[in-house]
């Protein structure tokens, strides 16, 4: 389903070609494939989220209640799965608030935050025990606060989808491949910029602001990990597959 909803998105956003690539991108990529196969919320997350971009996408074009409603299941369901949803949450109402014009709208998308915040009451004192537990009582000793070098690493990880240490120890020579990604990442996210600066803006704000509130809240709290933000990669991948262009004599792979 996350493959169908990113086709679906980067579809309504862009156009079906831009669709076409990243749902394949996605349906072929490593990573994507190996956290399908774990009994673990990360990709049920990545679905729920990409359904949430979609509605708050179309609540803003075209100002219709039934997206707010989607609006206000998805951020439920995604805090009820995992509480760190939070973080993308609040990223996601920055944006709305830098995107939407409409102060009509905007009141309304406030009272549908207000509504989710009513609904994930109830597991506000679990969340309470479980921080005061992991993190104040330092029970959590996976994790360290976040370290000025290891703020790209989610992006180096979108790029050639492995850890830097397993790369270095097996495979050192495909280490090049993650700035050749990276650079075709930026050159696509060119490609569309000029096709649409409101809408890459809109799809860039949700690829980077949740890493850096994540990070943020690293300063302070071991809580930076990558695994938090598996679900951005949709994200990633649509604006590599702004590499292709259409032209009058076909499509052009840059």
């Known amino acids: 389903f996350t493959i169908i909803l990113t086709y679906i998105l980067a579809s309504k956003i862009f156009d079906e070609k831009i669709g076409i690539t990243a749902s394949l991108l996605l349906a072929i990529n490593p990573m994507h494939v190996l956290f399908s196969q774990h009994i673990r919320v990360y990709i049920l997350l990545m679905l729920v989220f990409l359904l949430s971009i979609w509605a708050s996408y179309n609540f803003m074009e075209k100002k219709e209640k039934k997206y707010l409603i989607l609006i206000i299941a998805s951020y439920t369901i995604a805090f009820y799965l995992h509480y760190f949803s939070a973080i993308f949450i609040i990223a996601q109402t920055i944006i709305f608030l830098i995107i939407a014009k409409d102060k009509k709208l905007i009141k309304k998308y406030i009272i549908g935050l207000i509504i989710v915040g009513l609904l994930c009451s109830i597991l506000l004192p679990y969340f309470l025990g479980q921080y005061n537990y ?121």
């Open 134 to 254: 992991m993190i104040n009582q330092g029970n959590l000793t996976t994790l360290s606060k976040v370290k000025i070098a290891e703020l790209p690493y989610p992006i180096y990880k979108f790029s050639i989808m492995m850890d830097l240490s397993s790369t270095l120890q097996k495979w050192p020579y495909l280490i090049i491949t993650a700035p050749l990604v990276l650079l075709g990442f930026i050159i696509g996210l060119f490609n569309l910029y000029k096709k649409d600066k409101r809408k890459t803006l809109f799809i860039l704000l949700n690829l980077i602001l949740p890493i850096l509130i994540l990070a943020i809240i690293g300063i302070f709290s071991p809580v930076y990990s990558f695994r938090y933000l598996t679900y951005l990669l949709p994200l990633y991948l649509i604006p590599i597959s702004g590499l292709i262009n259409y032209k009058r004599k076909g499509y052009i792979f840059l």
